[in-house]
């Protein structure tokens, strides 16, 4: 039987136990408290560095990687020796006022060149605030230079863009841009400012320039048919001779221009539409032949929209080639229905042109993807005279075997159902190869039997080869070293957009609410502790 002090000793020990007990949890849910006021620090710590980040820089989330440099241009610029200079005619506070949120993707890929090499600088300047820079700029240019352009210069050669030739442009919507209905945002389709970029300072560096005329008026007339089609054609043509380091010279007279083999590598013959007089011939024959030097070439493209051309005519025979007046169609299978700006009878809609298969790929080596199609609107067909006269036709794009040849009239497309259905070559390169005292020389001809074939919506689609085989090809006949090719990038991918006002709130919650609620939690545990 217990007696009193047993039952005194008893509640002492219950009371010691208890306390230790209650410690126990005053350890554990301390600890555990401890634990997370560390992590919710460690929380907000990170939180407010990724939004310092956000501040400067933008996570590329996109699927095209629109904020991203290729490896084939980080490679080629780290192993720059030349000195670049990249100079943007705005101040870089002001771009956005062009350009919108699209300013992001110019600003992050002029940072990235400007990282990757030591021999690239990247300036801004007002055109009034700076006069003295603006000036020497023109100088060397030898033109106007206005606000909003991208000038890309190395010693004394220079090239300039507009800061908006940096965007693949809806044309479609490009009137409602100009007279204020949407915005820039709402009419840019695709982003090319790594192309433009990489593709000037190859030409500004270039040691081997090759200088292209191109032939586009006889007697102060324009030389091929004037549908806008053609005119846009032309615009394409020579941008993407531009954009791949070539120097352009257009609006050449044949008639009046000396066509100087020591002032062009190449000259651009485009559809004549009426016929060459007999001292315009000489000139091209005189230009090939360069003094028995040779090493000139010519691009000539034909086109339905011509008439009768004997001389033009016997001047291609004597290349080996003739061209039929009439052009090629295909079978649905062997076809694809494309958009291009001017549709015989039909401007402006979508057309079914043959697709055409590469023969050879001696001249397609510099392309990214060779997988893609080719498509031959309105082409004419390509006939093979043998002269044997030592020029070399080499055939580089057919169409298949079921295709077969049509005549356009006044009343539209006539069809003869005896027509034979077989492959016709759509474009073709004329070797003239020539033993000099035992040096083998060469002049080429290039020609394509459509100027559909460069339909501006035809070369600007990223979905066919015609613009970048026809690059392909002029590259290997003058030995000119490829350009990196760089496919624009979608502006309609995902994107990560986050504006300066959702940075703001985004701030404010990391800054103000996170904190209050850290707060309000620890006063909520304090409390309960208390009362436990």
């Known amino acids: 039987m217990k007696n009193k002090n047993d039952f005194v000793t008893e509640e002492i020990m219950n009371e010691k136990q208890n306390k230790?007990?209650?410690?126990?949890?005053?350890?554990?849910?301390?600890?555990?408290?401890?634990?997370?006021?560390?992590?919710?620090?460690?929380?907000?710590?990170?939180?407010?560095?990724?939004?310092?980040?956000?501040?400067?820089?933008?996570?590329?989330?996109?699927?095209?990687?629109?904020?991203?440099?290729?490896?084939?241009?980080?490679?080629?610029?780290?192993?720059?020796?030349?000195?670049?200079?990249?100079?943007?005619?705005?101040?870089?506070?002001?771009?956005?006022?062009?350009?919108?949120?699209?300013?992001?993707?110019?600003?992050?890929?002029?940072?990235?060149?400007?990282?990757?090499?030591?021999?690239?600088s990247v300036t801004y300047f007002d055109t009034t605030k700076d006069p003295d820079i603006l000036a020497e700029y023109q100088e060397m240019y030898g033109g106007d230079i206005g606000s909003g352009s991208v000038i890309v210069s190395s010693g004394d050669r220079v090239k300039v863009y507009s800061l908006l030739e940096m965007f693949d442009i809806d044309s479609n919507m490009y009137s409602y841009y100009m007279y204020g209905y949407c915005t820039f945002n709402d009419i840019i389709t695709g982003y090319k400012g790594e192309q433009m970029l990489t593709n000037a300072i190859m030409n500004v560096t270039d040691a081997n320039v090759m200088n292209v005329g191109i032939i586009e008026l006889a007697n102060e007339n324009y030389i091929f048919s004037a549908t806008q089609g053609n005119a846009y054609a032309m615009e394409a043509l020579s941008a993407l001779l531009d954009d791949n380091g070539y120097d352009v010279e257009r609006q050449i007279d044949i008639a009046t221009a000396e066509l100087s083999p020591e002032e062009y590598d190449i000259l651009v013959l485009p559809a004549p539409v009426t016929d060459l007089s007999v001292d315009a011939v000489q000139k091209l024959s005189d230009f090939m032949y360069n003094g028995g030097e040779y090493g000139r070439h010519m691009l000539y493209i034909a086109d339905y929209t011509q008439g009768s051309t004997p001389n033009l005519d016997a001047f291609l025979k004597e290349w080996n080639i003739s061209i039929s007046k009439s052009v090629i169609t295909d079978t649905d299978d062997k076809s694809q229905v494309v958009n291009t700006y001017d549709v015989y009878y039909n401007r402006g809609q979508s057309m079914v042109a043959p697709s055409v298969s590469v023969v050879t790929g001696d001249y397609s080596g510099s392309l990214e993807n060779a997988s893609l199609p080719i498509v031959a609107p309105f082409g004419r067909p390509i006939i093979e005279e043998n002269l044997n006269n030592g020029k070399v036709v080499v055939p580089l794009w057919q169409t298949s075997e079921g295709s077969y040849e049509v005549l356009l009239t006044d009343s539209g497309i006539s069809e003869d159902e005896a027509a034979v259905k077989e492959a016709h070559t759509t474009a073709c390169v004329v070797q003239n190869q020539v033993n000099v005292d035992g040096t083998i020389k060469e002049s080429d001809m290039l020609v394509l039997s459509s100027l559909s074939m460069l339909d501006t919506l035809i070369v600007s689609d990223a979905a066919y080869n015609n613009g970048q085989y026809v690059i392909s090809a002029l590259n290997t006949i003058c030995g000119k070293e490829a350009g990196t090719v760089i496919a624009s990038k979608s502006i309609a991918a995902s994107t990560l957009d986050i504006t300066t006002d959702q940075i703001d709130v985004i701030k404010w919650v990391v800054w103000l609410v996170i904190p209050i609620i850290v707060v309000i939690c620890g006063v909520v545990v304090a409390i309960r502790r208390r009362s436990r």
């Open 20 to 120: 230790k007990l209650k410690m126990r949890k005053k350890l554990k849910y301390g600890s555990i408290a401890t634990a997370v006021t560390a992590i919710v620090i460690v929380v907000v710590v990170l939180v407010n560095v990724l939004v310092s980040m956000l501040a400067d820089v933008r996570l590329d989330l996109t699927s095209d990687k629109v904020y991203a440099v290729s490896e084939e241009t980080i490679d080629y610029v780290k192993n720059l020796e030349q000195d670049v200079e990249i100079a943007i005619s705005v101040e870089q506070d002001t771009i956005k006022d062009l350009l919108g949120t699209t300013e992001m993707m110019v600003s992050e890929t002029l940072a990235k060149y400007e990282d990757y090499s030591d021999h690239i």
